[in-house]
């Protein structure tokens, strides 16, 4: 089984602090991602990363910056967290290939809040 | 209209029936369809995808698609309370693999 690990499952910020959420699996997948998870929102994609030091801008990456530099890791930073960034953010991966039966394995997920 | 459409619910079953829910996307060309569960204050778990038409059946679980009517259907033989759960429809175009839209998702009550 693809075991994705998130470093936290809940943390609290202050406005204005740099956070940093970890990411890490164990199945030398190309692809990772991060997601983000609101009521009546659904999971929108924050970015993703295809290979070490690759990344491409999901739908919303305002706010965001992310980091890999190596295969099994990916980081997500929020530069200057804010009160509308409290949210469950998801890590998940993916083998990489033309493979549209592939899905996508989520991390146990991480509650920010920023007050 | 959004890509992926799923009635929020609740829906509500006694426990040993069957549990039905259904997923609507926007793109006929869409190549294939997960199932996710997602208990409340976790994170997505795979329950299955299917590509092709018909019937795709893992234990309790059946999921159909039908391309001409652009919907896939989750169902669940013999519901247990612990399957109450949000259940999240994700669809992958096949033009980026690497790029899934989901659903809101249905919340699911198996009542005792």
């Known amino acids: 089984d693809v075991k994705v690990t998130q470093s936290s499952r809940y943390l609290v910020k202050r406005t204005g602090e740099k956070v940093f959420l970890e990411c890490v699996q164990d199945m030398d997948h190309e692809n990772m991602f991060w997601y983000r998870q609101d009521p009546g929102l659904g999971l929108r994609l924050i970015y993703f990363?295809?290979?070490?030091?690759?990344?491409e801008k999901g739908d919303i990456p305002e706010g965001y910056s992310v980091s890999r530099e190596k295969k099994e890791r990916f980081s997500l930073i929020l530069e200057s967290a804010s009160t509308n960034q409290t949210s469950m953010y998801l890590c998940?991966?993916?083998?990489?290939?033309?493979?549209?039966?592939?899905?996508?394995?989520f991390g146990n997920g991480t509650r920010l809040t920023v007050t | 209209q959004k890509e992926v459409e799923q009635n929020s619910g609740p829906l509500s079953v006694p426990e040993g029936a069957i549990a039905s829910l259904n997923c609507t996307y926007s793109d006929r060309g869409s190549q294939s369809f997960f199932w996710y569960r997602q208990y409340s204050g976790k994170s997505p778990e795979l329950i299955m995808f299917?590509?092709?038409?018909g019937d795709k059946e893992d234990g309790r679980f059946t999921a159909q698609l039908n391309k001409a009517s652009q919907y896939v259907s989750l169902l669940i033989r013999d519901s247990q309370p612990s399957d109450s759960a949000t259940y999240l429809c994700?669809?992958?175009?096949?033009?980026?693999?690497?790029?899934?839209?989901f659903g809101s998702g249905t919340k699911l009550n198996v009542k005792p």
């Open positions: 994700a669809v992958n175009k096949g033009d980026n693999f690497n790029k899934f839209y």
């Open positions: 998940a991966c993916r083998p990489t290939g033309p493979f549209f039966d592939s899905p996508l394995h």
């Open positions: 299917i590509y092709s038409n």
């Open positions: 990363s295809y290979d070490v030091k690759m990344k």
